[in-house]
């Protein structure tokens, strides 16, 4: 019973997930043994081994540059920041951006104890420091702590070539990019205003 309490006790801490519906996903995983609970821990683990993040851009995938930062098509003068891979992945979805990318791993938070030093902003400044860098785009999102990230980058590009823009109004304030659908993403892209430069 121990290690099924171990596996509740995982899924938990899950999103989405509580006690009650980690101890229905345990006992319906356990129903479907061989038709989807071992495939899931082998998926899982062989995901585990294999993704790793992008040293460029901090999105997850196999290679390291990441499809993006290889992709020749895009335009690496052109780096949107978000907070996480998940805001990513929901901006690729539009299809209406054909930029790069630049993940933060959260955002500023003195409640939480997270200041500049927890994310990857240092790494960002040295981007658009080496150059090549036109436009940053801040994809943060429409929170208290989203919004005085972006202001904390704004303010340490200050002055430098790189011009600031942000994503238009429109997108909910309190709202969170990956819950969004295409369309309002797509036209906040499209009606960016410039902060900077």
């Known amino acids: 019973?121990?290690?099924?309490?171990?596996?509740?006790?995982?899924?938990?801490?899950?999103?989405?997930?509580?006690?009650?519906?980690a101890r229905r996903a345990a006992l319906f995983l356990l129903k479907r043994r061989e038709s989807l609970m071992e495939p899931l821990a082998a998926a899982m683990a062989e995901t585990a081994r294999q993704i790793r993040p992008c040293r460029l851009c901090g999105n997850l995938d196999t290679l390291d540059p990441c499809a993006v930062c290889r992709d020749p098509r895009r335009d690496a003068g052109l780096v949107c920041v978000v907070?996480?891979?998940?805001?990513?992945?929901?901006?690729?979805?539009?299809?209406?951006?054909?930029?790069?990318y630049h993940v933060l791993g959260g955002t500023l938070s003195?409640?939480?104890?997270?200041?500049?030093e927890e994310l990857h902003i240092d790494a960002l400044l040295a981007r658009c420091a080496a150059g090549g860098v036109r436009e940053v785009i801040l994809a943060m999102n429409a929170t208290v702590e989203g919004q005085t990230t972006a202001h904390y980058i704004m303010d340490r590009l200050a002055g430098s070539a790189v011009a600031v823009s942000r994503l238009a109004h429109g997108v909910p304030v309190g709202g969170e990019l990956d819950y969004l659908d295409e369309g309002t993403l797509a036209a906040a892209l499209a009606a960016r205003q410039t902060l900077k430069g």
């Open 1 to 21: 019973m121990a290690d099924l309490t171990h596996l509740i006790q995982l899924l938990a801490k899950l999103p989405g997930f509580g006690p009650r519906s």
């Open 110 to 116: 003195a409640l939480e104890g997270i200041g500049p």
């Open 83 to 100: 907070e996480d891979v998940a805001d990513l992945w929901a901006i690729e979805r539009t299809g209406a951006y054909a930029g790069r």
